[in-house]
C-alpha cells in the first residue's frame, strides 16, 4: 500500500506562487507514473497534471497550461506541482495520485490506484 502525503497548500492572492509537494511511502514510487488532481466546492476532481516514472515527459490540463510545472525527485520519492500566476479559479483541494502501470489516460481518476488526503489552495482576488 503505497501512501501519499500532499503539503505545501495555502492562502495565496491572485497572481501569487505555491509549490505542493506529495511524498510517498514506498521505494516503488520511482515505478509509478504520477499525477496532482484538484476538486473544487460543488465540482468533480479534475486533471491538473501527470509526470512519467522518469520525469521525461509530463501532461497538463489547459486551464494551467503555462502556469504550473509537475516535476519529480525519485530520490526522495517526491513529486512537486509549481504552480504561477494563480486565479480565484484555481482554488481547490489538491490532491495527488500514483498508478502502479502507466495507461494512456493520464486524465482518467480510475487511471490511479493510490490517493493522497489531499491539499487546500484558496486564491483570493
Known amino acids: 500500500q503505497v501512501q501519499l502525503v500532499e503539503s505545501g497548500g495555502g492562502l495565496v492572492q491572485a497572481g501569487g506562487s505555491l509549490r505542493l509537494s506529495c511524498a510517498a511511502s514506498?521505494?516503488?514510487?520511482?515505478?509509478?507514473?504520477m499525477g496532482w488532481f484538484r476538486q473544487a466546492p460543488g465540482k468533480e476532481r479534475e486533471f491538473v497534471a501527470a509526470?512519467?516514472?522518469?520525469?521525461?515527459?509530463?501532461y497538463y490540463a489547459d486551464s494551467v497550461k503555462g502556469r504550473v510545472a509537475i516535476s519529480r525527485d525519485n530520490a526522495k520519492n517526491t513529486v512537486y506541482l509549481e504552480m504561477n500566476g494563480l486565479k480565484p479559479e484555481d482554488t481547490a483541494v489538491y490532491y495527488c495520485?500514483?498508478?502502479?502501470?502507466?495507461?494512456?489516460?493520464?486524465?482518467?481518476?480510475?487511471?490511479?490506484?493510490?490517493w493522497g488526503q489531499g491539499t487546500q489552495v484558496t486564491v483570493s482576488s
Open positions: 514506498e521505494r516503488t514510487f520511482s515505478s509509478s507514473f
Open positions: 495520485a500514483a498508478a502502479r502501470a502507466y495507461s494512456g489516460a493520464y486524465y482518467y481518476l480510475p487511471s490511479y490506484d493510490y
Open positions: 509526470i512519467r516514472t522518469n520525469g521525461g515527459r509530463s
